[in-house]
């Protein structure tokens, strides 16, 4: 086995971490993404009607059966003219939203049915009491397991190579094939990866704490 050689680390360095940008960039849009549709399936999930929820569980459960390389690889070909990254962070987003909608709905279940009554016997719209008191008390709660979630999400970024995403992964593989440095160029890779999530996991660990998780 070769030795490790430090100038082709330096050399990779720049390329890697602009492939980082696309990694991070992937990441907060792809979190947005499922932060906001989490919620929405989360809300849907209790509608009354059975045309709502019926739909809702079986597309969730659809794409929980179905591998993320998968998706990733079948919305490419379907959207074949659309921008990569684009794909990506949709996909992602869609991914991770079915299970955020679980984080969300155990954040609703978690607050005290008395405030559901209390709502209903102040006659205030459906509207009205989501937003002013079950979701501002679900958000609060659900809020470290969301952060895990973005930090998994992080990490599963390089598939997004398979469909072209010039993220971290993609860069790596990229100025390994060039060059032949395949161990130097995946080491800084890993490196980059864990400074980047191991910090965001102890702030998830501590703001888990702060909220008496």
């Known amino acids: ?8 680390a330096w050399d990779a360095l720049p390329l890697l971490l602009n492939g980082f940008k696309i990694t991070l960039l992937a990441t907060v849009l792809g979190t947005l993404v499922a932060a906001v549709l989490g919620l929405a399936i989360a809300v849907a999930g209790r509608a009354p009607s059975r045309w709502v929820t019926v739909p809702v569980r079986a597309v969730m459960e ?17 959207f074949a003219s659309t921008e990569p990254l ?3 962070v949709i996909v992602l987003g869609i991914h991770y939203a079915t299970y ?11 607050v005290p049915k008395g405030q559901w009554e209390a709502c209903r016997a102040l006659s205030m719209s ?14 609060r709660n659900v809020l470290p397991a969301l952060g895990n979630y973005a930090i998994s999400m992080f990490k599963e970024t390089p598939f997004l190579a398979v ?26 890779a890993g490196l980059i990866f ?4 191991y910090p965001t996991s102890l702030l998830m660990r501590k703001l888990e704490k702060s909220l008496g998780h």
């Open 1 to 8: 086995m070769s030795k490790f050689d430090w100038n082709a």
């Open 62 to 78: 659809f794409i929980r059966s179905t591998p993320l390389l998968v998706q990733l690889v079948g919305a490419a070909a379907v």
């Open 86 to 88: 684009v794909i990506g």
């Open 100 to 110: 955020t909608s679980e984080v969300y709905r155990a954040g609703i279940d978690g």
């Open 126 to 139: 459906p509207r009205r009491t989501w937003q002013a008191v079950i979701l501002p008390q679900a958000v």
């Open 163 to 188: 469909i072209t995403v010039q993220e971290m992964v993609f860069e790596a593989r990229k100025y390994a094939g060039d060059h032949f440095q395949y161990t130097e160029a995946f080491t800084l």
């Open 194 to 197: 864990l400074i980047a999530s």
